[in-house]
Each structure stands twice: as structure tokens, then as C-alpha cells.
């Protein structure tokens, strides 16, 4: 009877052991495989789920042409801005909610202080281009730049504490308004390091550049690009580079060899 009992204890405990070996193996060959339940991985967040502002300049200087008044064929910088938005959009809101928060014109006649003019004129929202081109095509260039104060509001819309979001700020100058780009920009990383600020500069190379530099400090404070289109073709890329998909769009990849890495000096 000892004997027998020892044998069969012998042979559950080989048994035991067996089991735990093949259910090592199943394991390894599901993690292998990626067979495991969703709750034991950790997939990447999908940039394009994040919902984007487009901070859009439209103050007095968006009225000037490029390469100056004496330029041969010359188009007004926000012109320019219209084909690209227009090349560009329909394709990028087909996979990201896209709002536009303007500041430069006022629709309160008599209003005197120009630092008071930005409006919100669409929430983030599936499939926008048609709105917001249209939006953009309606506005006339006049006042000042209070683009700080309108970054802070964009951030606002966009819960950015609660939530990864986007601010791509399209501008041709500085903030005309005694806001603080360098400051409101760390403030607003700390606040929410999930929050990604662009920076496109119209203008900014040459003579312009020292109007927008202290704007940079925006994307460098919050992950973003800062890039200096000079011409249309250049202001689309850098458009597809900043609002677009990087999984879908083979422009994004155009863009990087286009404008070059991140916070290159140009």
C-alpha cells in the first residue's frame, strides 16, 4: 500500500510538472504570436485620434503679398494660405477632428482695442475642410496679433489638460498684444505634457525672421515643429506635416525631407 501510494504521488507530481512546462510554452508562443488577450498589451496611441486647432493669423499683415509689392505675380500671404488649406484639408480631416480659432479681424463694429479680437470659429469636428475653408475664404485681414492669448484659448477648447491634443499656429509675425510666447509655452507644457504645439512662420526667413523667433518658443516648449514655408507648395507640405496622419499620409515623408528634423536652425 506505501509503496503504491508513493508511486502514484511520484507520477502526479511528474504529471504537475508536465503541465506547467506546456503552459510555458502556450504562453511564450501567444506573446510570440500576439495571441494574448488585449488587456496584457499596450498598443501605441494613433496620432490621428487627437483632435487639432488650427490658430489662424488673419491680422492687417496677412494682407501682404509675398516676396513683397514690387514682386512680379505676387499673391497676399493669406491667399497663399487659402490654396494651401484647400490642397490640404480635404484629406486630413478625413481621419482627425479639425477645429479654427481665429484673431485679427472684429465683427464688433467701433471695437478699439484690436487685442480683444479672437473668435472661435468652429469646434474641433469630423470631416471640417468644406468649413473651414469656407471660413477662412470669408475672413479680411485687419487688426492686431494677440496669437499668445489665442494659443491659451485653443488649448482651452481642446480640454488639453484631460486629453492629447494638437495646436498647429499658422502666423506671419510676432505677438503684437505684450503676450509671452516663451513663457505661456512652458506654462502650458506643464500643465499638460500631452499637449503638441506647431509652429508654421510665414515670412520668418531673411528680414522677417527676427518678427516670429520668440513664437518658436511655442513648439520647442511642447513637442512641436517650427517651420518657415516660403513658398505655396512649401506652406502644403508643412500643412500635411503638422495636421496630417503620419500613417496614411506619404506627403508627411515628403515634408521631411522637404523641411529636415525638428528645430532645425534655418
Known sequence: MHSGSSAGLKHAKRASAASCRLATTVLAFAIICGGLPAFAQTPERSPCTD???LVFDASGSMSSKIGG??????????????????????SVTRFRRVGLMSYGPTHTPG????????????????????????LVQSLVPAGGTPLTRAVEQGAEVLDFRSRPA?????????????????????ALHEAAAQLTIHVIGLGAKGSGAGRIVETR?????????Y????????LAAALQKTLGC???????????REFGPRYDDW
Open 51 to 53: 483632435d487639432a486647432m
Open 69 to 90: 509689392s514690387g514682386a512680379t505675380h505676387a499673391v497676399t500671404r493669406i491667399d497663399m494660405v487659402r490654396d494651401a488649406l484647400s490642397k490640404v484639408l480635404p
Open 111 to 134: 471695437l478699439f482695442n484690436q487685442c480683444d479680437n479672437i473668435e472661435l470659429n468652429l469646434l474641433p469636428a469630423p470631416n471640417a475642410a468644406a468649413r473651414i475653408i469656407a
Open 166 to 186: 494638437v495646436i498647429v499656429v499658422l502666423t506671419d509675425g510676432e505677438d503684437t498684444c505684450g503676450g509671452s510666447p516663451c513663457r505661456v509655452g512652458k
Open 217 to 225: 518658443c511655442l513648439a520647442e516648449h511642447n513637442g512641436g515643429l
Open 227 to 234: 517651420l518657415t514655408p516660403e513658398t505655396a507648395d512649401d
Open 246 to 256: 503620419p500613417m496614411v499620409s506619404q506627403s508627411g515623408l515628403d515634408a521631411e
